[in-house]
C-alpha cells in the first residue's frame, strides 16, 4: 500500500512541476471560446442553403428565384399559365434567374393572376433583385393585380422572356 | 487591306448586336413589366411609350421625361440610361416620325 501511495504521491508532483494552472485555464477558455465559434463558419451556411430544383411546383425551381406569393403550378394552372376563372395582370415587374442547367442568366416576369382569393398553397419567398417597394418597378412586394380589372390576388407566374444579355451588374 | 476592311465591318457589326442585347435586356428590366413589350402601356392606366420621341426634341421635354419616377429611378448608370431612352424613342416612335433628338449622358446626370 505505501509503494502505491509513494508512487501516485511522485506522479501528482511531477505533473504539478510540469503543468500550471494558468496554462489548464487558458486551453479550457480556448476549446470552449472555439466551440462557441464553430456555427459561424461559412462552411455551416452554405450547407444549409437549399439546392436547385427541377420540380416547378417546389420554391427551390430555378425560375422562382425571386417570386413571392403562391405558385399558380400548385393552385389550377401553371408555372405560365393562370388557373381557370383569373385574369393575369398586364403589368408587372421582370428579374433574372440564373438557370443551373446552362448557367446563364434569363429574364423573368412574374405575372400575378387575379380574380379570385388567394389561393393558399405553395407559398414562397424568394427574393433576388427585388428591390424596396418605393422602386415599384423592381418590387415583388407589390400587388399587381392593381394593373389587372379585379386587383383581387390569387397566385403568380413566372413567365421566362428569354436570356438577359449584357445586363447592366446590379449596384 | 480587304481583309482589315472584313474584320472592320465585322467587329462593328459585333459591337452593333451587343449594343442592341443591352438596349433590349434594360427595357426588360426597366420599362417593359409595366409598358409591355410593345410598348403600348395599358390604356387609363399606363401611357403608351410612343410620345417619347417627341419629348427628346425639346429642353423641357427632356426634363419632364427624366422627372419620371421610373426613368429617374432606373439602377443604369447615366450613359446606359441615356442609350436605353434614345433607343425607346426610335424603337417606338409613331410610323413616319422624325428622327428624335440626341441625349447625352451628361444632361441625364444632370436632370435625373
Redesign the interface.
Known sequence: MSRFDGFTERAARKLAMHVSRRSFLARLGALLAGGAALPLLPVARGAAESPPSDDPTSCDYWRYCAIDGFLCGCCGGSATACPPGTEMS???????CRNPGDGRDY?V?YNDCCGKGYCGRCFCNKNEGD?PIY????SNDINWCA?ASTSVYHCSTAVV??V?????P?? | MRDAIVIGLACLAASGS?AQ??R???Y???????H?ADGAG?PG??PSLAGVAGLLDTEAGRTRLLAV??VR?A???DA?LAALLEWVAVRFAPPGAAAPGKLTPGEVARLR
Request: charged residues 25%; proline residues 6%.
Open positions: 398586364p403589368v408587372t415587374w421582370i428579374g433574372t429574364l416576369s428591390r422602386y415599384p418597378h423592381r394593373g422572356l428569354g438577359a444579355e449584357e445586363a447592366q446590379e449596384k | 451587343v442585347a443591352a433590349e435586356t434594360d426588360a428590366l426597366q420599362c417593359r413589366g409595366c409591355g395599358v392606366r399606363v419616377p421610373g429611378q439602377s443604369l448608370s446606359r
